[in-house]
């Protein structure tokens, strides 16, 4: 039972955390949304899942098992848990020093840096091929600790991309549509190759880990690398829905409705 | 035409309803043909141990770019037909067009130059399917461009005995 301490502990901060800055939140604010509520809590059950016990023991001999971690800490958490608007619930709910704080942070020169799609994407992405083509994946495998420090890369790097790309998060600085979808579409497109790459090369990885199965090995690859690459579209689907959907209401209150214009000039 | 019929005419955009369209017909068939080709008949192969990395890296860049594609049409879509900017022949023949160039691309690109995967393998005359897949784009190119074609005479005629 010991291995459930960390999902439990963690997934109670975050909806500890949350709850706690909704019951801070001044009622002269307009009411939050129950849609945020619901997001983030799904978005940290996706965290739980992830390192619960069935399946943080098999990933450290099954690599299909580690994949599915990787999908619901990197991908499909974040998307939950950017749904929430964390920063601003946090925002509303701080005192007022704690506003500025918070801003200030938020338009300082390091976070600009790191929270720019680009930097975001190479963090996100860029990690999982350091991890997937060096020692560090066979390494991650045998040592607890470097495990558990590539969990926590999978799930801030997720979060700082999505929250990068879209979201109802203020993100000071985030650049254009035109940047926003090269980047979704390049970081998507490195994923679906890397997944690939390693379905490719799964029999040479297998024997590179040494281990004694080794057919049984390139197998479980070839199985991980797939749901890698579709479990990818899933996340970058839902993402781009995000992003457009952020898009296409903006432009409703940017312009006047052509149909209103038009009953203006008939009459 | 009435007057309201006549505001139609004019708030119309023919040629974002092609190109709009368009995106969406490519990135409807490269759905259509994941699902039917890759899963349901699984004549196509997810990597069939002829590809280069490169051909890989940009297998994977349009995979992803076609979804994005898919997306980004239907919110495209949507928005030109809350502004009343939609005009459906326009949209149809841009469908086709997009349509049949994905289908050539797929045919002629992802095929034969990248070499990404075969339309079928374990058969003799593969040169018949990728002679039929290559014909079927260019015939919907062709319906499209048609389409496309008299969409936009027809709506020109209707401005200028409006205006």
Do not use: C
């Not at chain 1, 604010?29 to 023991?57: D, F, N, Y």
């Not at chain 2, 990597?47 to 594609?69: F, K, N, P, Q, W």
């Amino acid at each position: 039972m010991t291995g459930w301490w960390v999902p439990a502990l963690l997934g109670g901060a975050l909806i500890g955390g949350y709850g706690w800055a909704l019951f801070l939140r001044p009622s002269t604010l307009p009411k939050w949304s129950l849609w945020r509520t619901l997001a983030w809590t799904a978005g940290v059950l996706a965290v739980v899942i992830a390192l619960s016990p069935p399946l943080v023991e098999p990933a450290h001999h099954d690599h299909r098992y580690h994949m599915a971690q990787h999908l619901f800490l990197g991908m499909y958490a974040p998307l939950g848990l950017v749904l929430g608007a964390p920063l601003t619930l946090l925002l509303g709910a701080l005192p007022r020093r704690g506003q500025l704080g918070l801003t200030r942070l938020l338009r300082s020169g390091p976070v600009h840096a790191v929270s720019h799609p680009i930097s975001a994407a190479v963090l996100n992405i860029g990690g999982m091929f350091v991890l997937y083509l060096t020692p560090l994946y066979t390494i991650s495998m045998e040592r607890q600790e470097i495990h558990w420090l590539v969990l926590a890369h999978f799930l801030l790097a997720g979060y700082l991309y999505t929250w990068s790309i879209a979201g109802p998060d203020p993100a000071p600085r985030r650049p254009g549509m035109a940047t926003r979808v090269t980047v979704l579409i390049l970081a998507a497109g490195a994923h679906a190759f890397l997944a690939k790459f390693l379905y490719a090369n799964s029999a040479q990885f297998a024997d590179g880990h040494g281990h004694s199965h080794s057919h049984d090995e390139a197998a479980s690859m070839e199985a991980a690398a797939q749901w890698m690459y579709y479990g990818g579209d899933i996340a970058e689907v839902a993402l781009a829905v995000m992003l457009f959907s952020w898009w296409y209401r903006r432009r409703k209150s940017s312009q006047k409705p052509a149909s209103a214009l038009a009953t203006a000039s008939t009459r | 035409m009435t007057q309201a019929q006549s505001q139609r005419v004019q708030q119309v955009d023919h040629r974002r309803s092609v190109w709009v369209a368009a995106l969406l017909g490519a990135a409807i068939m490269a759905a259509v043909d994941q699902i039917v080709f890759h899963q349901i008949l699984a004549w196509h192969h997810f990597y069939d141990r002829s590809t280069s990395d490169i051909a890989l890296l940009s297998d994977g860049v349009l995979h992803a770019a076609e979804l994005v594609m898919l997306v980004a049409g239907i919110f495209l879509m949507a928005d030109l037909s809350r502004r009343q900017a939609l005009h459906k022949a326009s949209a149809w023949g841009g469908f086709f067009l997009g349509a049949g160039a994905f289908q050539i691309f797929d045919g002629v690109v992802n095929h034969k130059i990248l070499r990404l995967h075969q339309i079928r393998y374990d058969v003799d005359n593969l040169l018949l399917y990728d002679l039929v897949w290559n014909l079927a784009g260019a015939a919907l190119l062709m319906i499209g461009a048609m389409i496309t074609w008299r969409a936009g005479r027809r709506l020109k005629k209707a401005r200028h005995s409006h205006v």
